[in-house]
């Protein structure tokens, strides 16, 4: 892999917090235009990571590139500027505007008019035609103004995709966009992702090994903060120290990577 087609590449990250080292010599390369997962078990270190690439944590040794420009010592706010855009676990829209505010809030962001709150809302207008395109791109052009509180989950998850890209991302992180859902919404929401990756990066934690198996191009393994394997899903589902170490037992690991086939 060319670093010409590289996006995003970490160099021996490592954080620890009082003596305890949550992600070790982490060495990660995302080529542009793909869909990679960071997988791995419970207290793996992906969220962390992810913190890290975004700046919510500072490392405490290694280097982050973004572009081939080193941010590591760059500030949250201007790595968002520079296109590299986080959703979260737990939904992070505003539940007591409407699905249109909601996109029209990021909006704003983007333009660096979120916090002219003396404006009037007729001046805001002209950022509606935008949002409505967000949302008719993730199938919520009919909810714009209901309340989002009234969003069943899997629409507030979408919602917060449309979101992000009203940030017009060159990077997106999604951290476990499928966290929480049933069948049919989990579904809904990878077909979004596939669909919204067009002329984007997206690095994306997920347990669900059927969203990772249908969209993902190339996974990262993490075990105790560190690489344990790369690769297809192919390549990584049949590595014997995945299936033990993520997996867990071998009829485990066979049951799971049949029901991710099946998928």
Same mark, same amino acid.
């Given at each position: 892999? *060319?670093? +010409?087609?590289?996006?995003?590449? /970490?160099?021996?990250?490592?954080?620890?917090?009082?003596?305890?080292? +949550?992600?070790? &010599?982490? *060495?990660?390369?995302?080529? =542009?235009?793909?869909?990679?997962?960071?997988?791995?078990?419970?207290?793996?270190?992906?969220?962390?990571?992810?913190?890290?690439? $975004?700046?919510?944590?500072?490392?405490? *040794?290694?280097? !982050?590139?973004?572009? @081939?420009? &080193?941010?590591?010592?760059?500030?949250?706010?201007? !790595?968002?500027?520079? @296109?590299?855009?986080?959703?979260? #676990?737990?939904?992070?829209?505003?539940? #007591?505007?409407?699905?249109?505010?909601?996109? =029209?809030? +990021?909006? #704003?962001?983007?333009?660096?008019?979120? %916090?002219?709150?003396?404006?009037? =809302?007729? *001046?805001?207008?002209?950022?509606?035609?935008?949002?409505?395109?967000?949302?008719?791109?993730?199938?919520?052009?009919?909810?714009?103004?209901?309340? /989002?509180?009234?969003?069943? %989950?899997?629409?507030?998850?979408?919602?917060?995709?449309? $979101? $992000?890209?009203?940030?017009?991302?060159?990077?997106?992180?999604?951290?476990?966009?499928? #966290?929480?859902?049933?069948?049919?919404?989990?579904?809904?929401?990878?077909?979004?992702?596939?669909?919204?990756?067009?002329?984007?990066?997206?690095?994306?934690?997920?347990?669900?090994?059927?969203?990772?198996?249908?969209?993902?191009?190339? !996974?990262?393994?993490?075990?105790?903060?560190?690489?344990?394997?790369?690769?297809?899903?192919?390549?990584?589902?049949?590595?014997?120290?995945?299936?033990?170490? %993520?997996?867990? $037992?071998?009829?485990?690991?066979?049951?799971?990577?049949?029901?991710?086939?099946?998928?």
């Amino acid at each position: 892999m *060319s670093d +010409a087609g590289i996006i995003l590449q /970490t160099h021996g990250l490592t954080k620890s917090f009082k003596g305890f080292t +949550a992600v070790n &010599d982490v *060495s990660l390369r995302v080529r =542009r235009g793909s869909i990679h997962a960071l997988i791995g078990p419970n207290g793996a270190g992906k969220t962390t990571c992810f913190n890290l690439l $975004t700046k919510f944590h500072a490392p405490s *040794s290694g280097s !982050i590139h973004f572009n @081939g420009a &080193d941010i590591t010592a760059l500030r949250p706010a201007h !790595i968002a500027r520079m @296109g590299v855009i986080r959703s979260f #676990q737990i939904s992070a829209v505003f539940p #007591q505007l409407s699905v249109l505010e909601n996109v =029209r809030v +990021a909006l #704003q962001r983007k333009l660096g008019t979120a %916090y002219h709150f003396w404006r009037g =809302r007729q *001046s805001l207008s002209k950022l509606d035609g935008r949002a409505m395109e967000l949302l008719d791109a993730v199938g919520l052009a009919g909810f714009s103004h209901l309340p /989002t509180a009234e969003l069943a %989950y899997g629409r507030k998850r979408a919602l917060e995709i449309a $979101t $992000t890209l009203a940030m017009d991302p060159e990077l997106m992180l999604l951290d476990e966009p499928t #966290q929480g859902m049933g069948h049919e919404d989990v579904e809904t929401v990878t077909a979004l992702i596939k669909r919204v990756s067009a002329g984007r990066t997206v690095l994306m934690v997920e347990h669900n090994m059927s969203v990772v198996s249908s969209i993902v191009d190339r !996974i990262t393994v993490l075990q105790r903060g560190a690489i344990l394997a790369e690769g297809s899903y192919d390549e990584v589902s049949n590595d014997p120290q995945v299936k033990e170490a %993520y997996m867990g $037992t071998t009829d485990e690991a066979a049951d799971l990577h049949a029901r991710a086939e099946a998928a």
